[in-house]
């Protein structure tokens, strides 16, 4: 009797078709068709529930609406086209479209360990959960995956201490990469927990101590990972190596690790750098604005002349200045730099790494016989000294292109300390082009972000227009959070609740023109050359900064927290 059942269900092809004598409908098709009917009914209201997790905009009504319909649509067409099994096929290829779109877009904004239908979900599903030790280190293997300074991947520990001391590190990858973290210190004293912080967008978090039971374990790994000397534990050593975090596909988080050890007679500490493939910017990816970029790119386009950048410590001038690098045809133009730490590899070009050699060679003459080997684009990332400085000044004249990173508040103090080291005003202004300062400020979460109406006083000041009724912006405060039925919080999971996700450049941009040359050259006071700039137009960096909020960028205590220095005080 069932396989008459069966055979009916394929000979008639219409789900109600004509039955054979005795019969009014087909079982098995009708079955089919509900159990369909179900499973579309169970996939739209998790749709529903997920798009509230994820924090889908507009409360994930687009994304409701679009599953609903597609399954409500291929149900209609399966229902009414007169063969029964391609409507089957044609429910299954519209509705399974509809929901594997939405599962791709989901995953894009969760971390890898809410990921769906991905080979972590399905090792997630088939692993039991509850199962020991064994399986927590075949979920550890597959949070971080790990290169050693060899390009090697470390095999697991058998040992149980040691195992679980890199099972700790494995936890710390996953969470600081996840996290967005660009750098982590980690202070290890014998006996006590081991003190994590993370600097996320350029402000420093604290993460939860790590035991001290697996600490010597944990540095121990690292040690190895990095090729330097684990049982080193006074002098500082340092070393690199690669991790990555996701399923193993387009949407993985590959970071570059550079590592630090210093000791102390209380213990050590290890500072791990993170280089992302969000760091190896190029010039439109900096933050310039519509009006720099074209001033910025005439600039680069020159064939001769020095340009600096100055800012405080970790403003993002090596970033800036990497950027500009790659602006040039590495394959046409023959470019150098000599720095005293790279931050990074530069694609064909060569880097040069300044060593003192006791004292006996300056940072200035080390740079004097780089350009001796007659490059056309060359950077000093650190320029410590008058000599450096002045011989940039005279080898710019000679159709050399010269890039300088000074420590600064802004343009015109660093005006005022190149003047200082080349010593002959004529000189520095015959070559200078360009000075530019810039701060990095963190940009606001687009999914969590509140709107509020400015002040008009302040758009006054600010230059902004006040007719527009164009809000603000400010990340969310604690009581506007949303909590689950047990009252705890639910933070952004894009942001990871802090209100800003990344961070861009603000930038001053001097460009000294003829006019200003020549103020220069003939010693007229930098307040003189300060009022001509402006004449022309030239924003300070707090100006600049502002707009950043107009735009809805940034918020102004964000923009008030990073521009505010003794410089700007000085400028009111």
């Known amino acids: 009797m069932p396989h008459t059942i069966i055979a009916d269900a394929f000979a008639h092809p219409l789900l109600a078709a004509l039955p054979h004598e005795g019969g009014y409908f087909s079982?098995?098709?009708?079955?089919?068709?509900?159990l369909l009917m179900v499973l579309w009914a169970y996939t739209a209201a998790w749709v529903q529930a997920d798009t509230k997790k994820v924090r889908a905009p507009g409360g994930g009504r687009m994304w409701i609406h679009a599953v609903f319909a597609a399954g409500a649509v291929a149900l209609v067409i399966w229902l009414f086209l007169p063969i029964f099994w391609i409507g089957f096929g044609a429910f299954v290829v519209l509705y399974g479209t509809a929901i594997i779109i939405y599962v791709v877009w989901r995953n894009r904004r969760v971390s890898p360990a809410r990921t769906m239908l991905t080979?972590?979900?399905?090792q997630r599903l088939t692993s039991g959960g509850g199962k020991a030790k064994t399986v927590d280190a075949e979920h550890a293997k597959d949070r971080a995956r790990i290169k050693d300074f060899e390009d090697n991947t470390p095999p697991w520990p058998k040992d149980p201490v040691e195992h679980a001391g890199y099972q700790g590190l494995q936890d710390l990858l996953f969470d600081s990469i996840w996290r967005r973290a660009s750098d982590i210190r980690l202070d290890f004293i014998p006996q006590q927990p081991i003190k994590v912080i993370y600097r996320v967008d350029g402000v420093?978090?604290?993460?939860?101590p790590i035991e001290p039971e697996i600490g010597p374990s944990l540095l121990g790994h690292i040690k190895r990972i990095t090729g330097m000397n684990p049982d080193e534990h006074r002098r500082p050593q340092h070393g690199r190596f690669q991790a990555a975090i996701g399923a193993g596909g387009a949407g993985d988080k590959e970071v570059d690790i550079e590592a630090k050890t210093s000791g102390s007679s209380s213990g050590q500490r290890v500072l791990l750098k993170l280089i992302g493939e969000e760091n190896k910017f190029r010039i439109p990816d900096l933050g310039f604005t519509q009006?720099?970029?074209?001033?910025?790119?005439?600039?680069?386009?020159?064939?001769k002349g020095v340009m600096i950048c100055c800012g405080p410590r970790a403003s993002g001038v090596t970033s800036t200045l990497y950027a500009i690098l790659r602006s040039h045809d590495a394959f046409m133009q023959n470019i150098h730099t000599l720095e005293v730490m790279k931050s990074m590899e530069l694609e064909n070009i060569t880097q040069h790494m300044f060593d003192g050699q006791g004292g006996d060679v300056t940072f200035g003459k080390r740079f004097r016989?780089?350009?001796?080997?007659?490059?056309?684009?060359a950077l000093a990332g650190d320029t410590p000294d008058a000599e450096t400085m002045s011989f940039s000044a005279a080898a710019a004249r000679q159709q050399k292109k010269l890039y300088l990173a000074m420590a600064a508040n802004d343009t015109f103090g660093a005006l005022r300390r190149y003047l200082q080291g080349v010593g002959d005003n004529a000189l520095a202004a015959s070559s200078l082009v360009a000075i530019t300062s810039q701060r990095l400020v963190r940009v606001l979460c687009s999914e969590c972000r509140r709107a509020y109406k400015p002040d008009p006083a302040l758009l006054k000041k600010a230059n902004l227009p006040t007719g527009e009724n164009r809000p603000f912006y400010r990340p969310p405060n604690q009581n506007e959070i949303e909590v689950d039925k047990q009252g705890n919080q639910l933070p952004c999971p894009v942001c990871q609740g802090s209100g800003y996700l990344g961070r861009t450049g603000v930038f001053e941009i001097l460009v000294i023109d003829d006019l200003l040359k020549a103020h220069i050259a003939k010693g007229s006071p930098l307040q003189m050359v300060k009022a001509e700039a402006r004449k022309k137009g030239m924003l300070y960096l707090q100006e600049v900064a502002i707009h950043k909020v107009y735009e809805g960028i940034s918020s102004i205590n964000e923009v008030l927290r990073v521009t505010k220095d003794p410089a700007s005080k000085a400028r009111k």
């Not at 079982?27 to 509900?34: S, T």
């Not at 080979?119 to 399905?122: G, N």
């Not at 420093?204 to 939860?208: I, Q, S, T, V």
């Not at 016989?369 to 684009?377: A, G, K, M, Q, Y």
Request: hydrophobic content about 50%; charged content about 30%.
């Open 27 to 34: 079982p098995v098709k009708i079955i089919l068709y509900l």
């Open 119 to 122: 080979v972590a979900h399905i």
């Open 204 to 208: 420093d978090r604290a993460r939860e």
């Open 291 to 303: 009006k720099q970029m074209p001033v910025v790119e005439k600039l680069v386009a020159l064939p």
């Open 369 to 377: 016989s780089l350009i001796r080997t007659e490059p056309d684009v």
